[in-house]
């Protein structure tokens, strides 16, 4: 089955420097793109994927990966922070700056009068741990709120709303309905956030990204093209606990 798939893929315009490959993954249920830090490009497909199903969705995303390959290709890696005051951070779109405070055994993250306040750490690697942990716990409970009110309009219930690290990926659809979705994307404005969020809602009926599930997408997200075009442009800046 990869073989016909890589055929379809195959006919695409990918660039013909790229390193991409296929490979089946019995537990996905959809397209996985995965882009390595050299900017090889792996495409995990469910069996029995339909291969012009899988070829479309690829076209609809060719300019966000492309970006992604070039910017790993040429070294970018991911973004870093130094954990230090004044550096700045995202929420829900908006910045803020960081402020570390002395060492304290019952301080905590958190967000107060504008700053984003850590406790001195042993080491950055904690200090990122805990903002990340912060990022986290906020999400988990505006996603779940967020989320309700996007699936009624989709007309689907999903089993619960996960936020935890996804590493390269942003959002998943599990088989028992679950939506999970990564912490780093608390840093987007929350239109940019609901797009992740319709995005693996319509996955609870629509499994392929062909174009039923643009149609279902649109039907929610009438300035969808808009959205994604900042997403892709947005998404490179988002800080995933790398310090």
Do not use: N
């Not at 690290?165 to 609901?194: F, N, S, Y």
Request: hydrophobic content about 40%; some cysteine; charged content about 30%.
């Amino acid at each position: 089955m990869s073989v016909s798939v890589r055929s379809a893929l195959t006919s695409l315009p990918l660039p013909g420097e790229w390193t991409w490959e296929v490979v089946v993954r019995p537990r996905r249920r959809t397209l996985g793109i995965e882009i390595s830090e050299d900017g090889g490009v792996l495409f995990a497909v469910p069996p029995g994927a339909d291969p012009q199903e899988v070829a479309a969705a690829v076209r609809s995303r060719l300019p966000r990966i492309a970006s992604e390959v070039d910017r790993r290709r040429r070294g970018g890696g991911e973004p870093r922070k130094e954990l230090v005051s004044g550096a700045s951070f995202s929420y829900l779109g908006r910045r803020h700056r960081l402020r570390v405070l002395p060492l304290d055994p019952g301080a905590r993250v958190r967000l107060h009068h504008g700053w984003l306040e850590l406790p001195r750490c042993e080491s950055p690697r904690e200090g990122a741990r805990l903002i990340a942990d912060w990022y986290t716990a906020r999400g988990a409970e505006w996603m779940s709120t967020r989320a309700r009110p996007l699936a009624v309009r989709a007309g689907v219930a999903p089993r619960d709303v996960v936020v935890r690290d996804l590493k390269e990926r942003w959002g998943a659809c599990d088989p028992d309905g679950t939506i999970t979705a990564h912490w780093a994307l608390m840093q987007l404005p929350p239109a940019l956030v609901d797009l992740v969020l319709v995005h693996e809602l319509t996955h609870l009926t629509v499994s392929a990204h062909g174009p039923a599930f643009r149609r279902r997408m649109r039907l929610m997200l009438g300035d969808l093209e808009d959205l994604e075009r900042r997403f892709v442009s947005a998404e490179r800046e988002l800080w995933r606990g790398a310090v």
